[in-house]
């Protein structure tokens, strides 16, 4: 076990991110309770021999890590890796490592920081997979969409169905924004209600517009916003 104070110690149980301490060779000496609770061990479970916490396929991520560590002691050292719990889950976590040298400068240990980014991950795929969803209903939809700048009328993205009732190509409508394809007379009207959405008085309305297609023809549209 390291050298620590009690103080140091002390403090170190107490903090609320897993903390871990470690020889140059990689061997733990020191886990704090934050550290045991996130992988599942009790007590002193967690320095037995044949307990390794790193994930297998990210072991070398560790001895990269401890390498920059010898050739830079002064330099943290940040890398995404994946830990090992008792029964064997992987949690992916962001470490964050520092070397601790003596007085000639040579490294002692290393003191690790680590962030369970377990939820992180959720959030970001539950995200990824709304995402998709909404890209497939957007893009196969029967009916005109478009993703527009209520502000400034710019056009970022428009679906098939769209293109086809307006006429135009995806390049030609985002470069001429919803206003400018919309007939003049109805241009007024269309901004009032934008106007009326922007401040929150209405949550959505429906309007009858038409549409200037490029050979000048009309083209009528029931807009809902």
């Known amino acids: 076990m390291p050298d620590l104070s009690e103080k140091s110690r002390a403090f170190f149980d107490v903090l609320p991110i897993p ?19 996130l992988l599942g061990y009790e007590g002193n479970e967690v320095f037995a021999n044949d307990v390794i916490i790193t994930h ?16 830079e002691p002064f330099k943290p050292v940040v890398a995404e890796k994946r830990y090992l719990t008792k029964d064997g889950r992987a949690i992916p976590a962001m470490l964050t490592m520092v070397a ?23 959030v970001a795929a539950a ?33 098939a169905s769209y293109l086809k ?17 919309t007939h003049p007379d109805d241009l007024e009207q ?23 297609k490029p050979d000048n023809s009309l083209v009528f549209v029931q807009l809902s916003c």
């Open 19 to 37: 903390l871990v301490l470690s020889g140059i060779d990689g061997k733990l000496e020191y886990v704090n309770p934050a550290l045991t609770a």
């Open 56 to 71: 297998p396929d990210d072991r070398a991520i560790n001895r990269q890590v401890r390498a920059s560590l010898i050739a």
């Open 100 to 122: 601790q040298p003596d007085a000639d400068g040579r490294v002692r240990r290393f003191i690790a920081q680590i962030v369970d980014l377990s939820e992180a991950k959720r």
């Open 127 to 159: 995200r990824q997979k709304a995402e998709q969803r909404f890209r497939a209903m957007f893009e196969n939809a029967p009916v005109g969409m478009a993703l527009c700048d209520s502000l400034t009328g710019a056009v970022y993205d428009a679906n």
């Open 165 to 181: 009732i307006a006429g135009r190509k995806l390049s030609e409508v985002q470069g001429l924004g919803w206003m400018s394809l």
């Open 190 to 212: 269309n901004l009032e209600q934008v106007g009326r959405l922007v401040r929150g008085e209405v949550s959505s309305f429906r309007m009858t517009k038409r549409l200037l």
